[in-house]
């Protein structure tokens, strides 16, 4: 007892207490981290289908997702017992992907061999048995064992007709609109010129000529189009559901599938790889809910790409000037304090300046005067990635500037001595001695700049991020990189797909492991930025100068 | 030579040629110097110049509304009548114009652009000019013969004029313009004027005194005055059966004006100061007789929508009413007088509303005007007297002008620019009464369904919802990053320390889309579900971590000399993972004994309290877990760089640990902690994507915990990407950028200032 009151003097409980609050900051880290990662990483996980027949006589089949207590306050089980959450999928059928169940109606629970989980083009995934395949009116195969063998292969070439459809969708009619869109761009400057005065006759001739040649083009691939299609969609399969209604599937449409309850681990684990790698690099469906991510990937890093390039020439000159050039005094101190709490101004700050300022008033501007033809329709007078990147530039030059100047004044004295005392100018000096030696310090400012730059999403709302772009800002038409377009992003992909998204519940998963390739990035350039760093101090620790 | 012979180069020459080199080098430098100086300048000044650009586009919203008299346009150009002289010397006059008044206009409108403007003229016809005063064409009304003109008037919008006649009858027209394209340019406009109807009203066939028409949905309505105080209604159904009525005001008073309002209702003022209001569906009704001033009332007009009424009486006094439910269990409908304005000093001649927003033009019978606002009361443009009478005012369609009719029948045009005219530091800032509401209110609300509703600008309930985040988030934050730096410095072992610090840089870095999303779509469920055992983990948590010290003691001894001091941390975090179990298991128990079972309902029974499922006990959580990095982070800095010194002077003199911490290190370092408390106040200030995933961001002014808000910041996100560019949504959403930049720049700015100072103490020491 006597202990207990002295170590109660002494304050040690206190100092348990001040423990407990890092306990809990600890666990709060752990526990998000552990949320992203089970929810993220087990989306992909080809889960077993259990068919479930209910006392009334009902039949449904789907992945077990979850299971809670019951809360209606007015049924007798409240609480008492469980309901189960049943990915039922078929949204085209029933009307909806999920379904609870209460544990007391289940009458018989079990895993039919043939069922079979397959990912479609649109309508979320089909959850059945295979009945058929049919070519026309022409039965290939019938009953599940015929189709399960038929399916690999026509799953293959159903992709590599897609492809072939895309080929000639994207790129071939693709380059041809672009291509007549320019044209009629080019038509529209000739009007105005010729408002103005000048004679264009010959050029709206050539115009003209090269409008039609295109437009022929343009007919004879619709009509290969067309032609391709029809000759690939002619394959059908037949799926049953459980509760025995039948679906008919075009091949063309069928991504994967798989009899889920007859993989054995490696067959999982190599679903699961193929899923991870189709999200990584396909593009997104059903209004993002399906699909890929890679358009978001893309659009982020490019950006921070973009913003890298214009933040670190910024960010270096200002900290030059500020350390080596300008007299150290009152202003300077001044000047340094606002810099320093720039970067505590809120991101959306940054983004209305962006919007007003880049958006409206330059591209604006820019559209004024070298862009007339396509007014109204605005090209630069709109959010795009070169807007989204400059303004997220300006949001993080702070951090650049900030960790240069230390990188800069943590440069021996010596050095720098050494270097003058040689004869070398002071511009010599900084170029060859002072700056070399404070790249890693300036690369750690880059490196922070660019995980802040990557997390940012509120002023890229504002700037240029849309939910769906069409094109990606880099492509194979001529000047290549497109500043002007919008992009995607994978912090407002989890924002859309979470928030505005019409099936947020089916869709959920998927923001998880969107929101791993985020924190991927994020943290591993952190990371990489407190390694540069410590590195530095190392080296200045233990610098022979 | 010498390239021609490789011999070497004599001394003279070298040195020449080092001279050039070393210049050159010299020249590179001066160059440098120029070159980084002003590239860093302009660099330093770019970033300052977003202060710059934010406030240029916020002030707009405060200049005043700015005008000119563009002239008077003189109507001696009108042609006589076209009529045979005849036709007027022999038709009944009981009232007989002179020649003189024959083409006295009394009604006069306008287009959308402005090309044209029209006044309907004492003998009936329908004059049409350009805007230059130059006369285009007349149309001539076939109804009014053999009868004159005694009144007309004309709806605010839509051009319907409506004739009263000296023999009791009422002529409904209708002006209309089509515009006529060309290469998608406006090139004209066709001028047309319809019958609508002629209808005798008055049996005793009395001249027309007074006279208001409109048309909704082809349902047409006209109200004239005849005599002294009777009123004579005249209404179509939607199968065009029609409707007659004949009301009175009371003791014989004199009505001055009528006016119809918003859902078949109409008043009328009287020369006694008072101002009639019937119903007319579903039964004619008189509803409310109220006083609104002590002088007659000499001009009465409904700004756009139809609710409010403008008064004016002879004093030059001018007052807004509407009717609102005042008490909710009110079956009525009363009269209030919801603003007043700064009296024009004359008899209040006419009223113009605005046919796109609260404004109206007020016209003294002196000719002065003055541009008003209904709802923020600013007296927005003031044009002086000009001593000439005026008897009729309108603005133009686009709010770009005002037309100001004089009693000689000539037409002053001003020009008007009043971009804002809702916005002022009250409607910013202060209690607003806004159409419709019964009492004056704080409201946000940039959108709404129909053309005539009001936008209302309100900032405080955003502000509110931004402290009111900030406040809870900060609430959570504080304790457990302050405490947990305190333990990380001073108490912990340097080996986990090296550890823990780079983990919560980390945490700092994570993006807030991450954090909201996880709070908006995981927390906010889970915290609806299990609020009980939430509200219990509060406690919990730290008190299982704590108690770990009594769990400490009865270890055996070869465990507790494996662990150092300063390890205290692997035995606290399992104990409080245990207080979150042992919440989540006594949460049940807990929400039956105490709350009936379930805390949501006791929550609305006990403290009228309404449960939002994203509220903002989850945004202060997830606020808290953006802005926990950062101060701890700087607390952390500011507890380890006391000087090792002063510490070890402590222990040395038997002070415990503890004692130490609290009596040494906390009082030197407590600027720091200072600083570090407003940087995170900063951050979750400005935080945008966390407040917009985790509440409902519903502006409203409640301090409760279990419903939401919404935040400048989440505001301007949502808002921003509609507001038409320039318009004053556009720019009172960059007055709220504005102010959470200087916000955020006035507070990091204070921190940094405490922190250098901390810093010099501390070298001092």
Same mark, same amino acid.
């Given at each position: 007892m006597n202990a207990l009151v002295k170590s109660w003097r002494r304050g040690d409980p206190m100092v348990w207490f001040t423990g407990s609050a890092l306990g809990i900051c600890i666990l709060m880290i752990v526990g998000l981290v552990l949320v992203i990662l089970t929810n993220g990483l087990s989306f992909f996980w080809p889960k077993a289908l259990t068919q479930l027949t209910l006392k009334d006589g009902s039949v449904l089949m789907g992945e077990l997702a979850s299971s809670e207590p019951i809360p209606n306050p007015g049924h007798p089980d409240h609480l008492q017992k469980q309901r189960l959450l049943v990915r039922v999928g078929n949204r085209d059928v029933y009307g909806f992907d999920f379904k609870w169940v209460p544990?007391?109606?289940?009458a018989k629970q079990e895993r039919p061999r043939d069922a079979y989980f397959v990912e479609r083009r649109e309508y979320g995934p089909l959850l059945g048995t295979p009945v058929r395949v049919k070519q026309g009116d022409k039965i290939l195969a019938e009953g599940a064992a015929a189709v399960e063998l038929a399916l690999p292969g026509l799953i293959a070439r159903a992709a590599e007709d897609r492809s072939a459809i895309e080929r000639i969708e994207k790129h071939e009619i693709g380059d041809i609109n672009y291509e007549i869109e320019r044209l009629r761009l080019e038509s529209r400057a000739l009007d105005l010129a010729a408002s103005r005065g000048q004679d264009v006759a010959e050029k709206r001739a050539d115009v003209e000529r090269a409008t039609a040649a295109q437009k022929a083009l343009f007919q004879t691939k619709t009509d290969e189009l067309a032609q391709l299609t029809e000759r690939v969609a002619g394959t059908w399969v037949a799926f049953v559901t459980a509760d025995g209604q039948e679906k008919e599937l075009r091949s063309l449409d069928i991504y994967r599938s798989y009899a889920a309850n007859q993989l054995t681990l490696l067959g999982r684990l190599s679903v699961y790889g193929g899923r991870l790698w189709a999200f990584f690099i396909e593009g997104p469906r059903e209004s993002n809910t399906e699909g890929g991510i890679f358009p978001a990937i893309f659009g982020t890093v490019m950006m921070v790409i973009i913003m890298s390039i214009i933040v670190v020439p910024l960010g270096v000159l200002a900290a030059l000037y500020l350390r080596e050039y300008a007299k150290q005094g009152l202003l300077v101190r001044i000047v340094r304090i606002a810099v320093n709490n720039l970067a505590g101004v809120p991101s959306i700050v940054f983004g209305v300046f962006g919007l007003g300022?880049?958006?409206?008033?330059v591209g604006g501007t820019i559209d004024a005067l070298f862009f007339p033809e396509a007014l109204p329709t605005p090209t630069f007078g709109t959010g795009g990635i070169l807007w989204a990147a400059l303004t997220l530039a300006l949001l993080t030059v702070p951090v650049v500037i900030v960790s240069s100047e230390e990188a800069l004044a943590a440069v021996p004295r010596s050095m720098r001595e050494a270097s003058l005392a040689m004869g070398a100018t002071k511009f010599q000096t900084i170029l060859r001695v002072v700056l070399p030696a404070a790249a890693p310090g300036i690369l750690t400012g880059l490196i922070l700049a660019m995980a802040r730059g990557a997390g940012e999403v509120a002023p890229l709302m504002l700037t240029g991020v849309v939910k769906l772009a069409p094109e990606l800002p880099v492509d194979g038409f001529f000047p290549f990189f497109h500043f002007d377009r919008k992009f995607m992003h994978l912090g407002f992909h989890i924002y859309d797909v979470g928030f505005q998204s019409p099936n947020v519940e089916a869709a959920k998963p998927m923001v998880y492991t969107t929101t791993i390739f985020l924190l991927l990035i994020v943290v591993l350039l952190n990371l990489t930025a407190i390694v540069v760093r410590n590195r530095l101090r190392e080296k200045y620790k233990t610098g022979a100068f | 030579m010498a390239a021609a012979a490789p011999a070497p180069l004599s001394i003279r020459q070298r040195v020449k040629e080092q001279a050039f080199r070393i210049k050159r080098v010299k020249q590179m430098d001066r160059l440098a110097v120029g070159f980084i100086t002003f590239g860093g300048l302009f660099i330093i000044v770019a970033v300052l110049f977003i202060f710059v650009f934010i406030l240029s586009e916020a002030l707009p919203l405060f200049r005043p509304a700015t005008g000119q008299a563009r002239g008077v346009v003189n =109507?001696?150009?009108? +042609? %006589? %009548?076209? =009529? +045979?002289?005849a036709t007027v010397a022999t038709a009944p006059a009981p009232k007989a114009a002179s020649p003189g008044e024959l083409g006295k206009p009394l009604v006069m409108g306008t287009d959308e652009y402005q090309l044209y403007f029209y006044e309907l003229l004492s003998d009936g016809r329908t004059a049409f000019f350009k805007t230059d005063g130059t006369f285009a064409k007349e149309v001539t009304s076939t109804a009014l013969a053999p009868s004159k003109v005694a009144s007309a008037s004309r709806s605010l919008t839509d051009n319907f004029v409506a004739i009263g006649t000296d023999d009791g009858r009422v002529l409904l027209q209708q002006v209309r313009f089509r515009p006529r394209y060309e290469n998608q340019k406006l090139v004209d406009l066709e001028t047309e004027v319809s019958e609508r109807g002629v209808v005798e009203l008055d049996a005793a066939k009395r001249p027309i005194r007074e006279i208001a028409y409109d048309e909704k949905d082809g349902r047409k309505t006209a109200i004239a005055v005849a005599g002294d105080d009777d009123i004579l209604v005249y209404r179509t159904d939607d199968d065009g059966t029609e409707h007659r009525e004949a009301l009175k005001t009371r003791d014989g008073e004199k009505v001055t004006r009528v006016r119809i309002g918003r859902s078949d209702t109409l008043i009328a003022a009287t020369d006694r100061g008072h101002l009639y209001h019937w119903e007319l569906l579903p039964e004619v009704r008189l509803t409310e007789v109220v006083k609104v001033s002590n002088e007659p009332i000499t001009a009465v007009e409904y700004v756009l929508g139809g609710i409010t009424a403008i008064v004016g009486d002879a004093k030059g006094n001018l007052s807004a009413w509407f009717r609102v439910r005042l008490r909710e269990d009110d079956t009525d409908l009363k009269f209030v007088k919801a603003h007043e304005y700064a009296p024009q000093g004359v008899v209040i001649a006419a009223i113009g509303p605005s046919t796109r927003d609260k404004s109206f033009v007020s016209a003294g019978s002196d000719g002065s005007l003055v541009l008003r606002h209904m709802t923020s009361e600013r007296s927005l443009l003031e044009f002086p007297s000009t001593q000439a009478p005026v008897d009729s005012v309108l603005l133009t369609p686009k709010m770009d002008g005002i037309l100001a009719k004089q009693a000689d029948g000539k037409v002053a045009r001003y020009e008007i620019s009043s @971009?804002? @005219?809702?916005?002022?530091w009250r409607a910013l800032f202060g209690k607003v009464w806004y159409e419709g509401y019964t009492k004056p209110e704080y409201v946000w609300q940039s959108?709404?369904?129909? #053309? #005539?509703f009001e936008t209302k600008f309100s900032l405080v309930p955003l502000v509110f919802g931004t402290i009111k985040g900030t406040l809870y988030a900060l609430l959570f934050a504080i304790p457990l990053a302050i405490l947990g730096a305190l333990y990380t410095s001073q108490f912990m072992h340097p080996s986990i320390k090296a550890r823990v610090k780079p983990t919560v840089e980390i945490m700092a870095a994570l993006p807030s889309v991450v954090v909201g999303f996880i709070a908006g779509l995981w927390l906010a469920s889970r915290v609806e579900r299990e609020i009980v055992p939430v509200l219990l983990m509060m406690v919990l948590l730290p008190l299982f971590g704590t108690l770990g010290i009594l769990l400490w003691d009865r270890l055996p001894r070869a465990f507790r000399d494996r662990l150092? %001091?300063?390890?205290e941390i692997a035995l606290i975090v399992p104990l409080v993972c245990l207080g979150g179990v042992v919440a989540v298991w006594i949460g049940p128990l807990t929400e039956a004994a105490l709350f009936g079972g379930d805390f949501r309902l006791w929550v609305k029974s006990a403290l009228d309290v309404v449960y939002d499922q994203r509220n903002c006990l989850v945004v202060g959580i997830a606020m808290g877990f953006a802005v926990i990095p950062i101060i701890f982070t700087i607390a952390e800095d500011s507890f380890s760089s006391v000087p090792q010194h002063l510490t070890a002077a402590s222990l040395a003199l038997g002070a415990s640990r503890w004692q130490t911490a609290m009596r040494v290190v906390l009082p030197t370092a407590s600027p720091g902690l200072f600083s570090a408390v407003m940087i995170g106040f900063g951050r979750a200030v400005g935080e945008t994507m966390i407040v917009l995933m985790a509440t409902g961001n519903t502006p409203v002014l409640d301090w409760s915990i279990f419903n939401g808000m919404r935040t400048l910041s989440a505001n301007i996100a949502v808002e921003i990407p509609e507001a038409p560019y320039g318009g004053t949504l556009y720019r009172t959403l960059f007055l709220a950028a504005l102010a959470l930049f200087l916000m955020t720049f006035f507070v990091n700015t204070i921190a940094e200032l405490i922190r250098q100072r901390l810093r010099d103490r501390y070298r001092a020491i």
């Amino acid at each position: 007892m006597n202990a207990l009151v002295k170590s109660w003097r002494r304050g040690d409980p206190m100092v348990w207490f001040t423990g407990s609050a890092l306990g809990i900051c600890i666990l709060m880290i752990v526990g998000l981290v552990l949320v992203i990662l089970t929810n993220g990483l087990s989306f992909f996980w080809p889960k077993a289908l259990t068919q479930l027949t209910l006392k009334d006589g009902s039949v449904l089949m789907g992945e077990l997702a979850s299971s809670e207590p019951i809360p209606n306050p007015g049924h007798p089980d409240h609480l008492q017992k469980q309901r189960l959450l049943v990915r039922v999928g078929n949204r085209d059928v029933y009307g909806f992907d999920f379904k609870w169940v209460p544990e007391g109606d289940i009458a018989k629970q079990e895993r039919p061999r043939d069922a079979y989980f397959v990912e479609r083009r649109e309508y979320g995934p089909l959850l059945g048995t295979p009945v058929r395949v049919k070519q026309g009116d022409k039965i290939l195969a019938e009953g599940a064992a015929a189709v399960e063998l038929a399916l690999p292969g026509l799953i293959a070439r159903a992709a590599e007709d897609r492809s072939a459809i895309e080929r000639i969708e994207k790129h071939e009619i693709g380059d041809i609109n672009y291509e007549i869109e320019r044209l009629r761009l080019e038509s529209r400057a000739l009007d105005l010129a010729a408002s103005r005065g000048q004679d264009v006759a010959e050029k709206r001739a050539d115009v003209e000529r090269a409008t039609a040649a295109q437009k022929a083009l343009f007919q004879t691939k619709t009509d290969e189009l067309a032609q391709l299609t029809e000759r690939v969609a002619g394959t059908w399969v037949a799926f049953v559901t459980a509760d025995g209604q039948e679906k008919e599937l075009r091949s063309l449409d069928i991504y994967r599938s798989y009899a889920a309850n007859q993989l054995t681990l490696l067959g999982r684990l190599s679903v699961y790889g193929g899923r991870l790698w189709a999200f990584f690099i396909e593009g997104p469906r059903e209004s993002n809910t399906e699909g890929g991510i890679f358009p978001a990937i893309f659009g982020t890093v490019m950006m921070v790409i973009i913003m890298s390039i214009i933040v670190v020439p910024l960010g270096v000159l200002a900290a030059l000037y500020l350390r080596e050039y300008a007299k150290q005094g009152l202003l300077v101190r001044i000047v340094r304090i606002a810099v320093n709490n720039l970067a505590g101004v809120p991101s959306i700050v940054f983004g209305v300046f962006g919007l007003g300022f880049f958006v409206y008033t330059v591209g604006g501007t820019i559209d004024a005067l070298f862009f007339p033809e396509a007014l109204p329709t605005p090209t630069f007078g709109t959010g795009g990635i070169l807007w989204a990147a400059l303004t997220l530039a300006l949001l993080t030059v702070p951090v650049v500037i900030v960790s240069s100047e230390e990188a800069l004044a943590a440069v021996p004295r010596s050095m720098r001595e050494a270097s003058l005392a040689m004869g070398a100018t002071k511009f010599q000096t900084i170029l060859r001695v002072v700056l070399p030696a404070a790249a890693p310090g300036i690369l750690t400012g880059l490196i922070l700049a660019m995980a802040r730059g990557a997390g940012e999403v509120a002023p890229l709302m504002l700037t240029g991020v849309v939910k769906l772009a069409p094109e990606l800002p880099v492509d194979g038409f001529f000047p290549f990189f497109h500043f002007d377009r919008k992009f995607m992003h994978l912090g407002f992909h989890i924002y859309d797909v979470g928030f505005q998204s019409p099936n947020v519940e089916a869709a959920k998963p998927m923001v998880y492991t969107t929101t791993i390739f985020l924190l991927l990035i994020v943290v591993l350039l952190n990371l990489t930025a407190i390694v540069v760093r410590n590195r530095l101090r190392e080296k200045y620790k233990t610098g022979a100068f | 030579m010498a390239a021609a012979a490789p011999a070497p180069l004599s001394i003279r020459q070298r040195v020449k040629e080092q001279a050039f080199r070393i210049k050159r080098v010299k020249q590179m430098d001066r160059l440098a110097v120029g070159f980084i100086t002003f590239g860093g300048l302009f660099i330093i000044v770019a970033v300052l110049f977003i202060f710059v650009f934010i406030l240029s586009e916020a002030l707009p919203l405060f200049r005043p509304a700015t005008g000119q008299a563009r002239g008077v346009v003189n =109507l001696a150009a009108v +042609p %006589p %009548p076209t =009529l +045979p002289p005849a036709t007027v010397a022999t038709a009944p006059a009981p009232k007989a114009a002179s020649p003189g008044e024959l083409g006295k206009p009394l009604v006069m409108g306008t287009d959308e652009y402005q090309l044209y403007f029209y006044e309907l003229l004492s003998d009936g016809r329908t004059a049409f000019f350009k805007t230059d005063g130059t006369f285009a064409k007349e149309v001539t009304s076939t109804a009014l013969a053999p009868s004159k003109v005694a009144s007309a008037s004309r709806s605010l919008t839509d051009n319907f004029v409506a004739i009263g006649t000296d023999d009791g009858r009422v002529l409904l027209q209708q002006v209309r313009f089509r515009p006529r394209y060309e290469n998608q340019k406006l090139v004209d406009l066709e001028t047309e004027v319809s019958e609508r109807g002629v209808v005798e009203l008055d049996a005793a066939k009395r001249p027309i005194r007074e006279i208001a028409y409109d048309e909704k949905d082809g349902r047409k309505t006209a109200i004239a005055v005849a005599g002294d105080d009777d009123i004579l209604v005249y209404r179509t159904d939607d199968d065009g059966t029609e409707h007659r009525e004949a009301l009175k005001t009371r003791d014989g008073e004199k009505v001055t004006r009528v006016r119809i309002g918003r859902s078949d209702t109409l008043i009328a003022a009287t020369d006694r100061g008072h101002l009639y209001h019937w119903e007319l569906l579903p039964e004619v009704r008189l509803t409310e007789v109220v006083k609104v001033s002590n002088e007659p009332i000499t001009a009465v007009e409904y700004v756009l929508g139809g609710i409010t009424a403008i008064v004016g009486d002879a004093k030059g006094n001018l007052s807004a009413w509407f009717r609102v439910r005042l008490r909710e269990d009110d079956t009525d409908l009363k009269f209030v007088k919801a603003h007043e304005y700064a009296p024009q000093g004359v008899v209040i001649a006419a009223i113009g509303p605005s046919t796109r927003d609260k404004s109206f033009v007020s016209a003294g019978s002196d000719g002065s005007l003055v541009l008003r606002h209904m709802t923020s009361e600013r007296s927005l443009l003031e044009f002086p007297s000009t001593q000439a009478p005026v008897d009729s005012v309108l603005l133009t369609p686009k709010m770009d002008g005002i037309l100001a009719k004089q009693a000689d029948g000539k037409v002053a045009r001003y020009e008007i620019s009043s @971009p804002h @005219p809702e916005v002022s530091w009250r409607a910013l800032f202060g209690k607003v009464w806004y159409e419709g509401y019964t009492k004056p209110e704080y409201v946000w609300q940039s959108t709404g369904g129909t #053309d #005539d509703f009001e936008t209302k600008f309100s900032l405080v309930p955003l502000v509110f919802g931004t402290i009111k985040g900030t406040l809870y988030a900060l609430l959570f934050a504080i304790p457990l990053a302050i405490l947990g730096a305190l333990y990380t410095s001073q108490f912990m072992h340097p080996s986990i320390k090296a550890r823990v610090k780079p983990t919560v840089e980390i945490m700092a870095a994570l993006p807030s889309v991450v954090v909201g999303f996880i709070a908006g779509l995981w927390l906010a469920s889970r915290v609806e579900r299990e609020i009980v055992p939430v509200l219990l983990m509060m406690v919990l948590l730290p008190l299982f971590g704590t108690l770990g010290i009594l769990l400490w003691d009865r270890l055996p001894r070869a465990f507790r000399d494996r662990l150092r %001091p300063g390890m205290e941390i692997a035995l606290i975090v399992p104990l409080v993972c245990l207080g979150g179990v042992v919440a989540v298991w006594i949460g049940p128990l807990t929400e039956a004994a105490l709350f009936g079972g379930d805390f949501r309902l006791w929550v609305k029974s006990a403290l009228d309290v309404v449960y939002d499922q994203r509220n903002c006990l989850v945004v202060g959580i997830a606020m808290g877990f953006a802005v926990i990095p950062i101060i701890f982070t700087i607390a952390e800095d500011s507890f380890s760089s006391v000087p090792q010194h002063l510490t070890a002077a402590s222990l040395a003199l038997g002070a415990s640990r503890w004692q130490t911490a609290m009596r040494v290190v906390l009082p030197t370092a407590s600027p720091g902690l200072f600083s570090a408390v407003m940087i995170g106040f900063g951050r979750a200030v400005g935080e945008t994507m966390i407040v917009l995933m985790a509440t409902g961001n519903t502006p409203v002014l409640d301090w409760s915990i279990f419903n939401g808000m919404r935040t400048l910041s989440a505001n301007i996100a949502v808002e921003i990407p509609e507001a038409p560019y320039g318009g004053t949504l556009y720019r009172t959403l960059f007055l709220a950028a504005l102010a959470l930049f200087l916000m955020t720049f006035f507070v990091n700015t204070i921190a940094e200032l405490i922190r250098q100072r901390l810093r010099d103490r501390y070298r001092a020491i």
